[in-house]
C-alpha cells in the first residue's frame, strides 16, 4: 500500500468513525446516558494517554470498542463484579459456534471448559439499542474475540472491579489464536485477537496463557498474572519462614518485603519488575503450574530449568511473561572483577580507579553492574556520525571500554536513581554507545550523554515508553538509547505525537514513522540527492516540513520507534534506504523496504553473504533468554579466569558449559576456540561450530526473518581454529 493510499484509507476510518459517533449518541435510547457524549468521546486515533480517559456516565470499569471491520460499530463493556454487560450498535445474535473471524466474540467457560455465555456481535447494521448482560461466577472465563487491527480502545480507570494492561490488549503480543492441549500450544491462527478474564477476589482480571503459580510444600503458593501487571500469596496451612520480596522496575529498590504466612492480593508485577522468593529446605518449591492450561512442571524439571528449590529465586514479568531471572551475587565478583582488568588492561585499569574512585568502588562491589557492563557488547570504537554506526561491534578496543566508563560514571554521579534497576541498564546502554559521543544526523551536532539517558529515564518512569520497553537488555538498549536525533528534538518529536498524533503511539502503527514526512526531491533550499536540504536549520521540524526520500523516510520512522523506546536502526538496500525494528511479537522486521531480508545490509552479491545481519540476529536470539545469557557469559567468564590461573582442566569444563546454556555466544565460542587450540583438541570443532550456527540460522529464520544465512559467523570462528 502507497503512502497516500495509506493516509487516504486512516482519514476514511476516521470520518466513518466520527459518523458512527454520531449514529448512535442521539437520545431517545434508554442506554444513551451510559454512553459519553461526542466531544467527550476518546478520538479513534487515540489520546495523549487513552488508559486515563474515563468514559462518561456509567458506573463501574468500562472497557470502549471502536470496531471498524463492517460499519464502524461501537461496543461498549460495562463491567460488575458478578457480570459484563454488552452494549452495541450491532446486532447480538446467540450462536452455537463461531461462524467467522468478522465478528466479535465472547463466551463465558467455566471450570470444566463448559460455555456458559455466548453472543456474536456481527455488526450488520446501527441499531444503538442492544443491551446484554452476561453472568459471571467466580472461578469463570470470558473470552474476547475479535479480528486483528479492527478494534481500538478505550479504557476507564482502573478499579478493583476490572483490570486490564493497556500494553496487552489490543497488541501484537495477542495477535495469535492459542489452542491448549496439556499445556502444548497445537494452533496458532493469524488474523484473530484473543483476550482472557477471569472473575476472582471481587473483580475481573485479564490473565494470560503465560499466568504462572509456583507451589510449595506446606501448600502455600504464588499466583503470577502479568498481563494485569499483579501477582497473589496464599498462605499455607502452617507457618513458613520463605519471604517474598518486590524490587521495582526504575530504580531497582525494595519496595515490599512480604511472608508466605499471609495472603495478599493485587501486588505489583508490572514489566521489568522482580519477585525474589528466599525459601528453605523445610518449605522447598514443589512445582511450577501454569493456570491458564493447568499443566503443572515437576521438580525433576525445574532442577534443569534452574529453579533452586531449597534456596533463592528471583523472577521478573519479562514480555508479559514469568521469566527466572538469574541474578549474580557477591560470589561473583572475583571473576567479573578479572574480567573488567582484561577487558581495560593495566594502564587503563589503573587510571580508572585513580580518576573515579567513588564509582571505581561502587563498580567493583556491584555484581549486577558487572554483568551488564561485560554482557552487552563492546563500546562503541569511534565519534559516529554515518549509517556505519548502527552496525553491531565486535571488537574490543580497552580504550573504548575506559572511555564508556568514562561517560557512565558521570551519570552515575548525578543521577543516583541510575544505581539500579531498569535505570542501571539505561545507563549502561548510553555509556557504552556514547563512549566516544554521537553525533545527531539532525541537525549534525554532539548528543549530551547525560541528557540522553536523563530523557529515557524519565519517559520510563511516566510511562511514555512502549510496554515491552523494560523487557529489554542492556545490549537490546543500545538500540533504542542511540537514537540519531537532538535530544531537543526527540522531546518535540515526542511532545508532537502525542498532542497531535497519537496514532503513532500504538505499536502496530508506531512502525511507520514515514507517514509523517512526504516523499519529495526538491525543497525550497534544493535537492535532497545534495547537501544543504533542509536549509541551514536542519531540524526533525524541518525534516517533516520539507519531507525527503528514502533516507528521510527510514530515518523518520527509527527516530520515532526509538523515542518511544522501541529498538530500530536504518540499513541499507541497494539503492535504497530502508529501517529494521524489533517489534513486540519478539522479531525484527523491516520497514519501508523493497528488496527484503536477502538484500538488506552489507553482503556479497555473488555468494549472498551478509556480512552485518547474522550478528545483529544472532545477538538478538541471545538477549531473548536472560538468564541463559547471563549463565553463559559468567561461565566463559570462569574459563578465562581459569585460563589465566593455568587450569586448563577447569576452563574446558566452564567453557563447555558456557556453550551448552548459550549455543549462540559467540564470545563463548571464541574462548571456547582459543582453549581448544592450547590443549590439542581442535579436531572436529570446525565441524562442531558450523552445525551449531547453522541450526541457530535456521531457528532465526522461522523466528526473525529469511534470506540470510550465518556463514560469516561460520567461516570468522572456523578461522580461528588451529588445524
Known amino acids: 500500500m502507497t503512502h497516500g493510499i495509506k493516509k487516504a484509507v486512516i482519514a476514511a476510518l476516521c470520518w466513518l468513525c466520527v459518523i458512527a459517533m454520531i449514529a448512535f449518541s442521539g437520545a431517545g435510547y434508554a442506554w444513551a446516558g451510559d454512553l459519553p457524549a461526542l466531544g467527550s468521546m476518546v478520538s479513534p486515533l487515540g489520546e495523549q494517554d487513552p488508559w486515563k480517559v474515563s468514559l462518561e456516565g456509567a458506573e463501574g470499569s468500562q472497557l470502549g470498542l471502536y470496531y471498524y471491520h463492517a460499519n464502524s460499530t461501537f461496543m461498549q463493556l460495562k463491567f460488575s463484579p458478578s457480570s459484563v454487560t454488552v452494549y452495541s450498535t450491532g446486532v447480538l445474535n446467540r450462536t452455537d459456534s463461531v461462524s467467522s473471524k468478522s465478528g466479535v466474540y465472547i463466551t463465558v467457560k467455566n471450570s470444566k471448559g463448559e460455555s456458559t455465555s455466548w453472543i456474536d456481535v456481527p455488526s450488520k447494521k446501527h441499531k444503538p439499542d442492544n443491551i446484554l448482560s452476561i453472568p459471571i461466577s467466580d472461578g469463570e472465563v470470558m473470552t474476547l474475540r475479535y479480528p486483528t ?8 480507570q482502573n478499579s478493583p472491579l476490572f483490570s486490564c494492561d493497556p500494553n496487552t490488549f489490543n497488541s501484537d503480543i495477542t495477535h495469535t489464536l492459542i489452542s491448549w492441549d496439556g499445556g502444548k500450544v497445537i494452533k496458532s491462527e493469524s488474523g484473530v485477537n484473543q483476550n482472557y478474564f477471569v472473575s476472582r477476589d471481587g473483580g475481573i482480571h485479564e490473565i494470560s496463557y503465560q499466568d504462572e503459580a509456583v507451589k510449595f510444600a506446606n ?11 499483579t501477582f497473589a500469596i496464599q498462605s499455607g496451612s502452617e507457618s513458613a519462614s520463605t519471604s517474598v520480596k518486590v524490587t521495582s522496575a526504575a530504580a531497582g529498590k525494595v519496595i515490599e518485603t512480604l511472608s508466605l504466612n499471609q495472603s ?38 525445574l532442577d534443569t530449568e534452574g529453579w533452586d528449590l531449597s534456596g533463592d529465586n528471583v523472577v521478573i514479568n519479562r514480555y508479559n511473561a514469568v521469566k527466572l531471572y538469574w541474578e549474580p551475587t557477591a560470589q561473583n565478583l572475583p571473576v567479573y572483577r578479572y574480567m573488567l582488568y582484561k577487558y581495560l588492561g593495566n594502564t587503563d585499569f589503573t587510571d580508572f580507579k585513580d580518576s573515579h574512585p567513588a564509582f571505581f568502588n561502587w563498580l567493583i562491589n556491584d555484581p ?4 551488564l557492563f ?16 548502527y552496525l553491531w561491534n565486535n571488537s574490543l578496543q580497552p580504550s573504548s571500554e575506559l572511555s564508556s566508563l568514562n561517560v557512565w560514571s558521570h551519570i552515575w554521579g548525578k543521577y543516583p536513581n541510575s544505581h539500579g534497576g531498569e535505570d542501571l541498564k539505561i545507563a549502561v546502554a548510553v555509556a557504552l554507545d556514547f563512549a566516544h559521543g554521537v553525533m545527531a544526523w539532525q541537525p549534525g551536532t554532539p548528543i549530551d550523554p547525560l541528557g540522553r539517558y536523563e530523557i529515557y529515564a524519565n519517559a520510563f518512569a511516566d510511562h511514555t515508553l512502549i510496554g515491552t520497553f ?7 538498549l543500545r538500540d533504542v538509547v542511540d537514537d540519531r536525533i537532538s535530544n531537543a528534538g526527540m522531546k518535540w518529536l515526542r511532545s508532537y505525537i502525542l498532542g497531535h498524533n497519537p496514532l503513532y503511539t500504538v505499536n502496530s502503527d508506531m512502525s511507520h514513522g514515514y507517514w509523517l514526512i512526504s516523499y519529495l526531491e526538491y525543497s525550497p533550499y534544493g535537492s535532497a540527492f545534495h547537501g544543504g536540504f533542509y536549509g541551514p536549520r536542519s531540524t526533525i521540524w524541518n525534516m517533516m516540513r520539507y519531507g525527503g526520500v528514502c533516507g528521510a523516510m527510514s530515518k523518520t520512522s527509527q527516530f520515532l520507534l526509538n523515542a518511544f523506546g522501541m529498538p530500530g536502526r536504518a540499513v541499507g538496500q541497494p539503492r535504497h534506504c530502508a529501517y529494521m525494528f524489533f517489534y513486540t511479537n519478539g522479531k525484527w522486521e523491516l520497514g519501508y523496504n523493497y528488496a527484503g531480508w536477502s538484500m538488506t545490509g552489507s553482503y556479497n552479491k555473488k555468494t549472498g553473504e551478509h556480512f552485518v545481519i547474522p550478528w545483529i540476529f544472532n545477538g538478538t536470539q541471545l538477549n531473548t533468554d536472560q538468564f541463559a545469557k547471563n549463565k553463559s557469559y559468567l561461565a566463559t567468564f570462569q574459563a578465562e579466569l581459569d585460563e589465566a590461573e593455568d587450569n586448563w582442566t577447569g576452563a574446558l569444563s566452564s567453557i563447555k558449559q558456557a556453550v551448552s546454556l548459550a ?5 563463548a565460542w571464541t574462548t571456547y576456540i582459543g582453549i581448544s587450540n592450547h590443549m590439542d583438541l581442535g579436531s572436529g570443532l570446525k565441524e562442531q561450530i558450523q552445525n551449531n550456527f547453522e541450526a541457530q540460522a535456521k531457528e532465526a529464520v522461522q ?7 550465518y556463514e560469516i559467523i561460520i567461516s570468522t570462528l572456523s578461522s580461528e581454529v588451529k588445524s
Open 663 to 667: 549455543p549462540n555466544n559467540v564470545a
Open 374 to 389: 561485560l554482557t552487552s557488547g563492546y563500546a562503541s570504537t569511534s565519534l559516529i556520525g554515518g549509517m556505519g554506526a
Open 264 to 301: 495478599a492480593q493485587d501486588l505489583p508485577f508490572d514489566t521489568a519488575s522482580r519477585v525474589e522468593i528466599s525459601t528453605t529446605s523445610s518449605n522447598p518449591i514443589t512445582s511450577v503450574e501454569n493456570t491458564f492450561s493447568g499443566k503443572a512442571i515437576p521438580t525433576s524439571e
Open 703 to 709: 523466528s526473525f526473518g529469511g534470506g540470510f544465512t
Open 149 to 156: 487491527f479492527d478494534i481500538l480502545h478505550s479504557y476507564a
Open 219 to 229: 501448600g502455600s503458593q504464588i499466583d503470577f498474572d502479568p498481563a494485569d501487571d
Open 470 to 476: 523494560g523487557d529489554y537488555s542492556a545490549q537490546m
Open 368 to 371: 549486577e553492574a558487572l554483568n
